[in-house]
């Protein structure tokens, strides 16, 4: 069930509210009972077959937690979460792996039954992510064992079920306390409401509006001449951080009117100067769960090991070849490694992975080489290093996007001016079959318009959370505007959002599924 249906809007969530509002008189283990049978009809409402995979998924993590939380000794524990994580692993190679292997061999004549029509289970790798994250944190003594309804929120709670964010338990857990959870406000509701529409007009006004071009692009690569390969590669850029950034808020907006808080997904990408703040801003609960879990256990043993050899570990050491390969490239390339298997299976999530694995290599090299206050911060403008940062992304999101890393390689070669400067005809198809100078040029400066717009919305608008007042003054970016953009409570605001809704319903029958519905 997508957040953008009508199923969703009209009779899914008023039906989820009303009964959480109906129950509040019964306490905790009511609404929180009430809020997993929800939750698990929002999952099998797409396929009922997988609401088995899913409770199974659950059940299974939460006796190890058991086993976790009660074993003695300590090597007992430690054993328990080793099979916990490897389960779950397990799980996530079987539906996400195992069957586009078998599909690879099946193309080049090794295997004689293809296996197409198996479907990847939605959501499947952010509840397994949330799942051993609890583990690792409950073998730790970060987080505390749950009962099973608790737990069974804490996995299935719908709005980020299907594509995160990523929640750590101490973040969510503690919120289902008794004395923290009484029914709906009014408070939160308006914030809720108002944060929902706003992230969901991103995806079908804005993010379902630039996809057609990114489309045409990546289903005839070798028809794109160098301007329609930009235009494609630049929209798709706009697609995935409007569709991708408008579910986050959709989903923190949900949450919300249940007065449940979601930390921030994203805060304006597209505005950083270098790449390492860059995945500080776009999918902020990954980067800190690759952080936490993938890149600083590394980065511990490598420095475990250095000290065990009589090396040091300092910002010095880190800045010699040796120290530099260990210590910087080693954690990041291994890291990445993991995050771009992670967003599929296909040698071009690898490239992704790796590409921006090799940009932040790159960025702390700068870094080291150039600390603070040198005079070579001073030479390179701002505006160039956002451009690059961007344009870094773009590259990198070709990969994300294309079909093989053959189409990918081609559309690089194209943008790079490698197949000729044409402005590239024959990507237009629907344009005819031998399109006119002038039907063409006047879809590219419609094309090139649309983008001028999602660009002046990233880069010089304040952004969702900003507008609504959720970020700490010191990471409000732009002051200066907010005093006239800030969300109130108030009647204009609330025919605005009203009229924005109904703009956004009236286009729903064209908006199409999440980029990363099936991730």
Avoid at 30 to 46: D, K, P, R
Avoid at 427 to 445: E, N, T, W
Wanted: include cysteine; charged fraction near 10%.
């Amino acid at each position: 069930m997508l957040f953008s249906s009508n199923v969703f809007i009209f009779l899914f969530l008023p039906a989820a509210l009303a009964g959480y509002w109906l129950l509040t008189r019964f306490g905790r283990t009511a609404l929180l009972t009430w809020l997993t049978l929800v939750s698990l009809f929002f999952y099998g409402y797409w396929n009922p077959a997988y609401l088995i995979l899913l409770a199974g998924s659950l059940l299974m993590n939460f006796v190890v937690s058991f086993r976790i939380d009660a074993g003695r000794p300590e090597t007992s524990r430690s054993h328990w979460l080793f099979i916990g994580i490897v389960a779950n692993l397990a799980l996530l190679m079987y539906y996400k792996y195992l069957f586009p292997t078998l599909n690879f061999f099946y193309a080049h004549g090794l295997l004689h039954r293809s296996f197409a029509n198996v479907v990847l289970p939605l959501g499947i790798s952010f509840f397994t992510f949330t799942q051993i994250a609890y583990l690792i944190d409950l073998r730790q003594g970060i987080a505390q064992r749950q009962g099973i309804v608790p737990y069974s929120v804490f996995v299935t709670f719908f709005p980020h079920l299907i594509a995160g964010p990523i929640i750590h338990p101490r973040e969510l857990m503690p919120q289902f306390d008794k004395d923290r959870i009484h029914g709906l406000r009014a408070d939160d509701m308006a914030l809720g409401v108002t944060w929902f529409v706003m992230g969901l007009a991103k995806k079908v006004l804005i993010a379902d509006r630039v996809a057609p071009l990114a489309d045409v692009l990546y289903a005839h690569p070798a028809n794109a001449g160098f301007a329609t390969a930009w235009l494609g590669a630049l929209a798709y850029a706009m697609q995935l951080y409007f569709d991708f950034s408008g579910y986050s808020d959709m989903a923190l907006g949900l949450a919300r009117m249940f007065s449940i808080k979601f930390p921030i997904n994203f805060h304006s990408p597209y505005k950083t100067e270098s790449i390492i703040d860059f995945w500080q801003h776009w999918h902020m609960t990954l980067t800190r769960y690759l952080n936490d879990y993938v890149y600083t256990p590394i980065l511990r043993w490598v420095n475990q090991r250095r000290m065990e050899a009589g090396k040091k570990v300092t910002r010095k050491a880190a800045a010699t070849p040796e120290g530099f390969l260990q210590i910087i490239l080693f954690p990041t390339m291994t890291t990445f490694f993991i995050a771009g298997i992670w967003h599929g299976a296909g040698l071009q999530y690898l490239v992704f992975g790796l590409l921006h694995g090799f940009y932040l290599t790159v960025n702390h090299a700068w870094r080291l080489l150039t600390p603070r206050g040198s005079p070579l911060h001073r030479v390179v403008p701002a505006p160039f290093m956002i451009i690059l940062t961007f344009l870094c992304a773009v590259f990198a999101n070709v990969f994300f996007r294309a079909a093989d890393v053959h189409d990918a390689l081609h559309v690089v070669a194209t943008m790079s001016g490698i197949h000729g400067m044409g402005p590239g005809f024959a990507a237009f198809p629907y344009l005819g079959d031998i399109p006119s100078v002038s039907r063409f040029m006047a879809s590219l400066k419609s094309a090139a318009a649309a983008l001028s717009i999602c660009f002046f919305i990233v880069w010089a608008l304040p952004n969702t959370q900003e507008i609504l007042g959720q970020l700490p003054d010191d990471q409000v970016r732009m002051p200066s505007l907010l005093p006239r953009l800030a969300w109130r409570v108030s009647a204009a605001w609330s025919l605005g959002i009203a009229g924005l809704l109904c703009v956004t319903i009236l286009l729903l029958d064209a908006s199409t599924r999440f980029l990363y519905f099936q991730f």
